[in-house]
Structure formats: C-alpha cells, structure tokens
Nanobody
Framework: QVLLVESGGGSVQAGGSLRLSCAASGSTYSINCMGWFRQAPGKEREGVAAAFTGGGSTYYADSVKGRFTISRDSAENTVYLQMNSLKPEDTAMYYC??????????????WGQGTQVTVSS
C-alpha cells in the first residue's frame, strides 16, 4: 500500500509562486510515475504534470507549460510541483497521484488527500 501526503498549498496573488510537495511512503517500489492533478469547483479533474520516477520524459498540460515544473527526489520518494506566474484560473484543489503502470493520465490509481491553491487577482 502506498500513502501520498501533499503539502505546500496556500493563497497567493496573481503572478506569485508556490511549491507543492508530495511525499510517498509504503510500497513505493511499485510506482513508476508520479503526477499532479487539479480540480476546480464545478470542473472536471485535469492532469497538470507527470514524470516517470526513473527519469525521462515529462508531461505538462498546455495551460501550465512554461510556468509549472515537476521534479522529484528519488531518495526521499518526494515529488514537487513548482508553480510560477500563477493565475486566478490556477485556483483549484491539487492532488498528488501515483501510477504503477506508466504516465498515461488514466493509469493513476493512488491519490493524496489534496492541497488547496488559491490565486487572487
């Protein structure tokens, strides 16, 4: 069993930055991809960024390319989401997720509890 715990959310003004962290514990050996999703009120959950735990290609939603960066610390089983130039439309609950079957967005089956990000104009 894998447990994901997010931290780092909060409130920031437009143009500001936040860094989300996600610590994985438990049977992490089976995970080969970690990612971040978000869901705003009244909207569907969307994939924001994902990265293979062993390195290699990364995925970013078009809406965050050039502003968000996903990174990982394999030794600490932690994945980060650096969010710069935040916009009010980035306001959402952000979820860390893990997959044992690659980085296709529908493969993520392990979820954290979420951390709220609020961007004011």
């Amino acid at each position: 069993q894998v447990l994901l715990v997010e931290s780092g959310g909060g409130s920031v003004q437009a143009g500001g930055s936040l860094r989300l962290s996600c610590a994985a514990s438990g049977s992490t050996y089976s995970i080969n991809c970690m990612g971040w999703f978000r869901q705003a009120p009244g909207k569907e959950r969307e994939g924001v960024a994902a990265a293979f735990t062993g390195g290699g290609s990364t995925y970013y939603a078009d809406s965050v390319k050039g502003r968000f960066t996903i990174s990982r610390d394999s030794a600490e089983n932690t994945v980060y989401l650096q969010m710069n130039s935040l916009k009010p439309e980035d306001t959402a609950m952000y979820y860390c997720a893990a997959s044992t079957m690659g980085c296709a967005l529908h493969r993520f089956a392990i979820w954290g509890q979420g951390t709220q990000v609020t961007v004011s104009s």
